[in-house]
């Protein structure tokens, strides 16, 4: 039986179905070719054997029931027997003449025709007698009916004969229905226990190659461990290859993803060593010209020209300054100094520090408060820097006028927790959708002298206290940035 391991799965359970549904046909073929014979066999039996039965036991009763009647005429020449006689001589000949025409063996076919001579020659002498009698001639007429009677005898028995010939051959027809049923029914049983032995082998095939590999498959999924009850296998299984389809996407795209962030931070490690490497660099020449801006600008008369050309030179140095420390700390992380503190108070010494700027540039800070704003943990000058970055780039979205809406409250965080949530909001021109999506990207600015990595290093201490950074704006409607900060969980649930 090599050959038949050798064969698919799938052919082989098709070679059982096959086979069954060919052994369900011919069942049925044969069932039909017997129920057609039956029906034949039956039709026959209605048709012809019932008929010619009862036309023998009409022909025996009719020959019987004309018994006697032409005695009673002998004996009150009543003609009212030879009416009676006339009527069942009519029906003897009626079914005689049904039996006559009948297809039936030629054994019967004979037996018929001599009870017709025969009754031809009885009907003849008793004609005679009846006539004696009517002439007067008693003694010859009964003499001669004496003889007749045993020629009756023998004509009564031929009908009994014919009778029994005809039952006979009924019991025959019987006995054939009887032996093709039999015969039918053991093809049915053979063909079902055959039926049998391949439903159960091809169960036991499909219990085995297909249903017991899909169960030890199914059993492995993290579904089926949980079930107690019966289990699906077939949707157990689609699971897992579902489950295991959706692994193998989710870590392709962590892969893909991780790649990215690989070549992003050896990209990021490179320009971080070559950030602190210049910022090192200026920062040196930086100190020693502001050095000597100040001594200059201490022992010098100078004019309010002269002073005006000092300011700025001075403003330039600090924005220069500004972004060689942006530099170094994008190439070092922040070393977090937490300490509990209200953030209102942080903001407070934001928007002191940033007074002269905003009067500068004539923006308004409307602010909206949440009385007990319970502290966070956070590192203060770091924060301090979130806020300034925030506010100072509000301030320069909106130029010279416009407001900056600045609100704090407590909300739920998005483990269940408490939250602080500051919101900064101005009246600017808002944040296209494709500059939003990178908005947060190192070295990526809308400023024309802008580093880009302002809102980076925000997002990133924002992230390093544990906190979310949420920019919503539309173009045109002023920008959002919301910093949510969490709250430790004693401060919370108290």
């Known amino acids: 039986m090599s050959w038949w391991k050798q064969i698919s799965l799938s052919k082989r359970i098709v070679a059982h179905v096959a086979l069954l549904e060919l052994i369900t046909l011919l069942i ?5 070719w017997y129920a057609v014979g039956f029906r034949d066999t039956v039709n026959t039996l209605v048709d012809r054997q019932l008929k010619v039965m009862e036309a023998s036991r009409q022909m025996e009763s009719a020959l019987a029931n004309q018994k006697g009647f032409a005695t009673y005429y002998f004996l009150d020449s009543d003609p009212k027997w030879l009416k009676e006689l006339s009527h069942y001589r009519e029906i003897f000949r009626k079914w005689f003449e049904v039996a006559e025409k009948m297809e039936q063996p030629s054994s019967h076919a004979e037996l018929v025709q001599q009870i017709g001579r025969q009754y031809d020659q009885y009907v003849s002498k008793k004609d005679r007698i009846i006539e004696m009698y009517r002439s007067g001639d008693r003694e010859k007429g009964e003499q001669m009916h004496w003889d007749v009677r045993s020629q009756f005898f023998e004509l009564n028995r031929m009908c009994r004969v014919y009778n029994r010939l005809n039952e006979e051959e009924i019991q025959r027809f019987r006995e054939n229905v009887r032996e093709k049923s039999a015969v039918m029914s053991s093809f049915v049983v053979a063909g079902l226990i055959v039926s049998v032995v391949l439903g159960v082998f091809m169960a036991f095939l499909l219990i085995v190659q297909v249903i017991g590999p899909i169960r030890r498959l199914a059993a492995m999924a993290p579904e089926a461990r949980e079930h107690t009850g019966p289990a699906n296998e077939v949707a157990l299984l689609d699971d897992r290859v579902r489950g295991m389809i959706a692994d193998m996407d989710k870590a392709h795209s962590e892969l893909q993803q991780s790649q990215q962030l690989l070549m992003h931070s050896e990209k990021m490690a490179l320009v971080g060593k070559l ?21 200059l600008q201490r022992n010098l008369d100078l004019t309010d020209n002269q002073k005006e050309d000092f300011e700025v030179v001075a403003e330039e140095m600090r924005r220069l300054d500004n972004i060689v420390r942006n530099f170094l700390e994008f190439s070092r992380p922040p070393k977090l100094n937490k300490k509990r503190v209200n953030i209102s108070w942080i903001i407070d010494m934001t928007l002191e520090l940033l007074e002269y700027r905003l009067k500068r540039h004539d923006v308004e800070i409307i602010r909206q408060q949440t009385e007990n704003l319970p502290p966070v943990e956070a590192d203060t000058e770091l924060m301090k820097e979130v806020f300034v970055n925030l506010i100072v780039n509000a301030c320069e979205a909106m130029g010279d006028g416009g407001r900056i809406f600045i609100e704090e409250n407590q909300v739920v965080g998005d483990r269940n927790g408490c939250a602080v949530r500051i919101s900064i909001r101005d009246t600017g021109p808002g944040i296209p959708d494709e500059a939003r999506q990178k908005i947060l990207e190192p070295f990526h600015t809308t400023k024309i002298q802008g580093t880009g990595l302002g809102l980076f290093i925000t997002g990133r201490i924002i992230r390093e206290h544990g906190g979310q950074l949420s920019i919503h704006s539309a173009e045109g409607q002023g920008a959002n940035f919301i910093v949510t900060l969490p709250v430790p969980e004693e401060d919370g649930n108290g």
Do not use: C, D, Q, W
């Open 275 to 295: 950030a602190t490497e210049v910022a090192h660099s200026i920062r040196s020449p930086m100190t020693s010209i502001n050095m000597r801006l100040f001594s």
């Open 28 to 32: 049925g073929a044969m069932a039909i």
